[in-house]
């Protein structure tokens, strides 16, 4: 495991040596308060902290003002940290790229921008890169909390909302190493950025939780209920189709579901029609809405699913 600060230094590797050398210099002033580093081509190196952006100048200093001359990122090291996430070999992670970012070890998530390579219809690569967000993967331990306080006589499922940003995966991960001591837990990490997997090897602590590392959320669910007998399962970002077809399972087989689902606000879940569904059929006793992702796990409502959903 890896505090804050050896967090952020393992996620800026991703940096050409030009730009890392200027992030270095300010790593006391971000290795605690950053969530993403932002590289777009021709525009200032962007760091984003809390609720607002910040950037570095010519000089070293760190600064909200854009009027000052910044920190400007090259075609060169757009090239560098593209090489860099991919271990220079596009072809092997290029299932990844094609989903639009690459996880790196320690749970980091990169997201690609740029021309889209297309076949048959279908996305297959993305060339010509432009922007790439590094962002910064962290773990609170304690952060679910407020959460299991607020929900500690629902027996059902719960699912957790909230903007880009808010702290759903963090939520999600304490929630999943608290809940794994007492209970069979199932996690799907289709993305990596819940226990960060490395050759078997967590790289973030998930306690007693049996981890489907890389599936597909459909596919990882329909395994479990096949192989792990769990009492919970528990995946970040349910909403396709698909997902919601082997919740249902899952529901069926009498196991209780904790996912996160991008919205910012109560209002926004209402027209979800497959979380909606899932609702219904008593996969969410409770509906959580996160405040924002300066204080991972704090909470600006929790109500009952039929609330949310109107039934």
């Known amino acids: 495991m890896t505090d804050d600060s050896l967090r952020f ?17 300010l790593e006391k002033d971000l ?15 962007s760091v984003s902290c ?3 952006s910040c950037y570095i100048t010519e000089s070293g200093e760190l600064t909200e003002n854009i009027s000052r001359r910044l920190l400007t990122v090259e075609k060169k090291d757009i090239d560098h940290s593209f090489g860099y996430i991919c271990e220079y070999s596009v072809y092997a992670r290029q299932s990844e790229i094609a989903c639009g970012f690459v996880t790196l070890k320690g749970g980091h998530r990169v997201g690609i921008c740029g021309t889209a390579v297309s076949r048959d219809g279908a996305l297959v ?10 962002r910064i993967a962290r773990e609170h331990k304690g952060c679910s909390g407020e959460l299991l306080e607020k929900t500690r006589e629902i027996s059902g499922g719960i699912l957790i909302c909230g903007p880009p940003c808010s702290g759903k995966t963090t939520v999600l991960r304490d929630l999943a190493r608290t809940l794994s001591y007492k209970n069979r837990v199932s996690l799907i990490d289709g993305r990596g950025e819940l226990a960060a997997a490395c050759g078997g090897v967590f790289q973030n602590d998930v306690g007693m939780c049996d981890v489907f590392d890389g599936y597909p959320k459909d596919v990882a669910m329909e395994q479990a209920l096949r192989s792990m007998s769990p009492q919970i399962i528990i995946c970040d970002e349910l909403g396709s189709e698909a997902d919601v077809r082997a919740a249902e399972n899952a529901l ?6 904790i996912a996160t689902a991008h919205a910012v606000d109560f209002s926004e879940l209402k027209n979800r029609a497959g979380l909606k569904r899932l609702a219904a059929l008593g996969g969410f006793e409770a509906v959580a809405a996160l405040s924002g ?14 609330e949310v959903f109107g039934f």
């Open 252 to 257: 069926n087989c009498g196991v209780r579901l």
């Open 293 to 306: 992702g300066a204080s991972p796990g704090s909470l600006s409502a929790v109500a009952r699913a039929g």
């Open 9 to 25: 230094s393992q996620a800026a590797q991703c940096l050409s040596p030009r730009l890392l050398s200027r992030v270095k210099d």
């Open 31 to 45: 290795a605690y308060s950053a969530n993403e580093l932002r590289l777009r081509l021709n525009r200032p190196l």
């Open 50 to 52: 809390a609720d607002k």
């Open 125 to 134: 690569n993305v060339r010509s890169i432009s922007s790439l967000n590094i």
